[in-house]
Nanobody
Framework: VQLQASGGGLVQPGGSLRLSCTASRFTLGYSGIGWFRQAPGKEREPVSCISSSDDRTYYADSVKGRFTISRDNTRNTVYLQMDSLKPEDTAVYYC?????????????????WGRGTQVTVSS
């Protein structure tokens, strides 16, 4: 199973990016998907997650109202739309898949991880 996160880059404060998570030999639509981020010197933290069963979502308090997670099962892709970006959003962003029922947010519940994509918010 290979997951791939893409769509990162350099953006000015207040700007937007859309991250994509794709997979080979794995159907994302059957799994819980999480977006996590890790900034230098900090622990990996959940940003947004979507459940496997009913598409319930979780957002970290720091991104509520600015980020949106969504699925496109026809493309086997999960997106993270990030708007009103702030310098504190700067981190490497990872997507991960969990073969568990329900909404999970702890990294320990996730079975498969992709390589991250760098998001830098700076003027």
């Amino acid at each position: 199973v290979q997951l791939q996160a893409s769509g990162g880059g350099l953006v000015q404060p207040g700007g937007s990016l859309r991250l994509s998570c794709t997979a080979s030999r794995f159907t994302l639509g059957y799994s819980g998907i999480g977006w996590f981020r890790q900034a230098p010197g900090k622990e990996r933290e959940p940003v947004s997650c979507i459940s496997s069963s009913d598409d319930r979502t979780y957002y970290a308090d720091s991104v509520k109202g600015r980020f949106t997670i969504s699925r496109d099962n026809t493309r086997n892709t999960v997106y993270l739309q990030m708007d009103s970006l702030k310098p504190e959003d700067t981190a490497v962003y990872y997507c991960a898949a969990a073969e568990v029922y329900g909404l999970v947010t702890s990294p320990h519940h996730y079975d498969y991880w992709g390589r991250g994509t760098q998001v830098t918010v700076s003027s």
